[in-house]
């Protein structure tokens, strides 16, 4: 291993320990915490609620993104020095892995906005059915 490697390895792993706990924050709102910060004491706030669940959905895929990007540093450490042929072969499969990338990420992340908004719509459907009066 060279110097220039294991430099080049040690700002990976740091930069991976520095997404996981910037990412970490998101990950611990829950379905539940953004229940609990979209209600009010008397009512349901329906626009806090999307703006969480949109900051929560997007926040994990940028998670998984980043923590891609940070492997991908590392395993690029480690391979072998192989010669993939001509450049342009580089390049399609670097284009091609990418969007195979983003595109999972953008399905991580509606996976959990639907989760999030299905949580939040039921807690809030059972919120209104108790504001109905009793027949007394």
């Known amino acids: 291993m060279t110097v220039p490697m294991l430099f080049n390895l040690l700002s990976a792993c740091i930069g991976l320990a520095a997404a996981l706990f910037l990412c970490i924050g998101a990950a611990r709102l829950s379905n539940q915490a953004i229940w609990l910060l ?4 008397w009512d349901y706030n329906p626009h ?31 391979a072998p020095p192989v010669e993939l042929g001509a450049v342009w072969h580089g390049i399609g ?14 399905a991580v992340r509606y996976r959990v906005a639907a989760s999030a908004r299905s949580f ?12 109905k009066p009793s027949n007394r």
């Open 48 to 78: 806090l609620a999307s703006a969480l669940i949109s900051q929560r959905a997007d926040y994990v895929a940028g998670a998984t993104l980043l923590i891609a990007t940070f492997l991908a540093q590392v395993a690029a450490n480690l």
């Open 120 to 131: 939040v719509d039921a807690q809030a459907a059972g919120l209104r059915s108790n504001d």
């Open 93 to 106: 499969a670097v284009v091609l892995t990418s969007a195979a990338v983003v595109l999972l990420a953008l």
């Open 38 to 41: 979209s209600s009010t004491f």
